[in-house]
């Protein structure tokens, strides 16, 4: 309880103008004006929006998730239980394995059998080795323990077809075929339920250094022989406006989902940035960047357009994120997680809603420990970030409708960066309550947002001291949502945003 009023008054200091020596001090309030229609904006917003991304690499899977059935850290079968409490809490609707740039050197036979004599690889994309000892059987395992889908990354760049169909022989053929009684030798009796197969990753970079045409034509190729599946095409990670065409012109008809990669970053390739330290400028420079992801999706869709007009073919954002330097020391893409994080989810959050007539899943990079992350650990010790705050706040949204609404809001600037100072999404539930959630992007001035609504609103607010503001294994609770209530006044409805902050309320009937 005393936690909870401690960060209850960090977040009533910003409306009352008090500020930290990392937060500018706050300013006038910025008057923005909401305009809510009943009328849907699009389909229902597909849970697997919020879904993941789980790769092998530095402690994202072992050490993060995965400490093996003889460790003293508590688990279930190798998993520990604390992340996998932390997870179900949030809900994970589905999850991509085993990469990323890792899935196109896998051979799944390598993750199969007694674990004790599976093969010690070499991780040839993130550096030291991988012993297999998390394979398809333990992944499942977690699968069913989160009551998750499995998005399974099949290797298109360095095994042949017949080697990814035979994977998925093993895994879901319900016979006395030789593959399913392997399975069961191997301690499963009933098969697995497999919705999603990735036909490669980045097959224009890490998974093979692909020209559009000979990835169409490998695509076809492998995507005959997989059966009954979401068959899901590699895409564009590069802006490549091009590679998107021939892959929908010629890939078209064997595809179901065409993928999406974009990444967060507040500076270029060669120097991203620090993920806490950083200034007003550099916040604006990241969430700048976290904006385009809209653009991207709005250029992609076109082109998906232009060669599926009917609009079949689902567009899979299957690796999302922020992404800064390592720090020195630090395992592969280990990064702390901040406020700045918090509010880049909300930015693609409404981002994905706006485009709910394609975008069916997104998959944020990654789940544990790695990039953007919703959980860290450190031996026995664990801490949830403020992105699985955001992910939390934003459940009610998980198939609900996106509704019409038009937000007039003032823009600021930092050096030479320039913002709306508030986005948003609206959404009605399945039971007919009306959800927002709306993100304060200023990080000196307060917001308000008059909605002319005779209804009150009630949810949570995640705010804090600092721009950087970070939860640790000293401090979990840097960073922790608290209630939030407004009251409709004479002229309606008007939510008071602190400066960097997200809300998302439910409309009282």
């Not at 706050?26 to 597909?46: N, Y």
């Not at 692909?210 to 076809?220: A, C, P």
């Amino acid at each position: 309880m005393k936690q909870f009023f401690s960060t209850f008054a960090v977040a009533l200091s910003f409306v009352a103008g008090a500020a930290s020596a990392q937060s500018p001090s706050s300013g006038a309030a910025a008057q923005a004006r909401l305009e809510l229609d009943q009328d849907a904006a699009g389909p229902v917003i597909e849970p697997a929006v919020y879904g993941h991304f789980v790769e092998h690499m530095g402690t994202g899977v072992y050490g993060g998730m995965w400490v093996g059935p003889e460790s003293s850290i508590p688990n279930t079968r190798g998993w520990r239980n604390d992340v996998v409490q932390a997870l179900r809490q949030v809900g994970i609707p589905v999850m991509r394995w085993p990469g990323g740039c890792f899935a196109d050197d896998y051979d799944w036979r390598d993750g199969i059998g007694d674990p004790e004599k599976r093969p010690v690889r070499v991780n040839r994309w993130w550096g030291g080795t991988e012993n297999n000892r998390v394979g398809t059987h333990e992944f499942m395992d977690l699968v069913e323990q989160l009551g998750s889908e499995a998005y399974l990354a099949g290797n298109m760049g360095s095994m042949p077809p017949r080697a990814l169909s035979q994977w998925l022989e093993y895994m879901t053929a319900d016979g006395k075929s030789t593959l399913a009684e392997e399975r069961r030798k191997n301690g499963r009796d009933k098969p697995w339920k497999v919705k999603y197969v990735g036909v490669g990753n980045e097959s224009w970079g890490c998974g093979g250094n692909m020209r559009g045409e000979y990835q169409s034509d490998l695509h076809n190729r492998y995507a005959t022989f997989l059966g009954q599946v979401v068959r899901v095409a590699s895409g564009d990670g590069e802006g490549n406006d091009a590679l998107v065409d021939v892959l929908m012109a010629r890939s078209g008809k064997h595809m179901d989902a065409f993928t999406l990669h974009y990444y967060t970053i507040p500076g270029d390739w060669s120097r991203k940035g620090e993920a806490t330290g950083f200034d007003a400028q550099a916040w604006a420079r990241t969430l700048k960047s976290a904006m385009g992801i809209d653009g991207r999706i709005e250029a992609v869709s076109r082109i998906m357009d232009k060669h599926d007009p009917k609009r079949r073919i689902a567009l899979y954002v299957d690796e999302w994120g922020s992404w800064y330097d390592t720090p020195p020391g630090a395992p592969a893409l280990h990064q702390q997680n901040s406020l700045r994080d918090a509010m880049i989810a909300a930015l693609s959050f409404n981002a994905f809603h706006r485009h709910t007539d394609r975008v069916r899943m997104a998959n944020i990079a990654q789940m544990v420990n790695v990039l953007q992350a919703m959980v860290l650990t450190d031996g026995p010790s664990m801490v949830l970030t403020p992105t699985y705050h955001a992910f939390d706040l934003y459940r009610p949204f998980r198939g609900a409708t996106p509704l019409r609404a038009t937000l007039q809001t003032p823009r600021f600037s930092v050096g030479d960066v320039e913002l709306p100072s508030v986005d948003m999404s609206a959404a009605r539930t399945p039971d007919g309550q009306v959800v927002l959630a709306l993100a304060n992007l200023d990080p000196k001035r307060p917001a308000q947002v008059a909605t002319g609504l005779k209804r009150a609103a009630r949810g949570r607010l995640l705010t804090a001291s600092a721009i950087d503001a970070h939860n640790t294994f000293a401090q979990p609770r840097a960073v922790v949502p608290v209630p939030f209530d407004a009251k409709p006044g004479k002229d309606g409805l008007t939510l008071q945003l602190p400066p960097a902050s997200l809300v998302v309320v439910t409309l009282a009937p």
